[in-house]
């Protein structure tokens, strides 16, 4: 069976969401996005993302991530779109340059903002929720799937995407409302 996504044409569509990882846009809180409920406190983002007790009216949100891939994770499509699109995820990574270190060195020397903190702990987390947004555009084509969809039109509004309310809304941090935000130091140098 021929994977809908997998087409030479639709390479771009698939590997979109990667290649994101290294736009301006990532983390720049420079937007909402309809469908999606906005935070701008760090504490309840990260509860929602670790946390297995929420909220009524929220779920878990690695649980949701993981039931979105799983269906076509291990499927021989899935095998396929992944030899596609963890080469690209690794060049993009490394695209990104020395920036692991040079976070490390500022916590080090005590100079790290709370947003420079931030990006250090989610940026491989970033990456690979993009991964599977990817995937499942190259498993399922063009429509993909609904809730990774949804998270990365959060990524593109500038957003953190960190939590899911019941009703299929994704919970997003802004990230300008954190101390020392600077979306330019995330450029790729």
């Known amino acids: 069976m021929q994977p809908q996504g997998s087409s030479v044409m639709d390479d771009d569509f698939v590997l979109a969401p990667v290649r994101f990882f ?7 809180g ?11 406190d760090l ?7 670790n946390d297995q007790e929420l909220p009524a009216g929220y779920a878990i949100w690695r649980d949701a991530l993981e039931g979105a891939v799983s269906p ?3 499927t021989p499509e899935g095998q396929a779109g992944r030899a596609l ?17 040079e ?18 702990t989610v940026a491989y987390d970033i990456l690979e929720t993009l991964q599977s947004v990817a995937l499942a555009r190259f498993v399922l084509g063009k429509k993909g799937e609904p809730l990774l969809e949804r998270v990365f039109a959060a990524y593109e ?10 009703d299929g809304r994704p919970v997003a941090l802004d990230p300008s409302a954190l101390a020392g935000f600077d979306p330019t130091a995330l450029r790729v140098r």
């Open 43 to 49: 504490e309840r983002a990260m509860q929602f993302e």
């Open 22 to 28: 290294l736009s301006p846009n990532l983390l720049s």
């Open 157 to 166: 509004a500038g957003l953190y995407p960190c939590g899911l309310r019941r």
């Open 85 to 101: 699109i963890e080469p690209e995820g690794e060049e993009v990574w490394d695209a990104r340059g020395e920036f692991q270190r």
């Open 72 to 74: 076509f994770y291990a």
């Open 30 to 40: 420079h937007g909402g996005v309809a469908d999606c409920e906005v935070i701008n």
């Open 103 to 120: 976070l490390n060195k500022k916590k080090i020397r005590k100079t790290i903002t709370p947003f420079e903190a931030f990006w250090a």
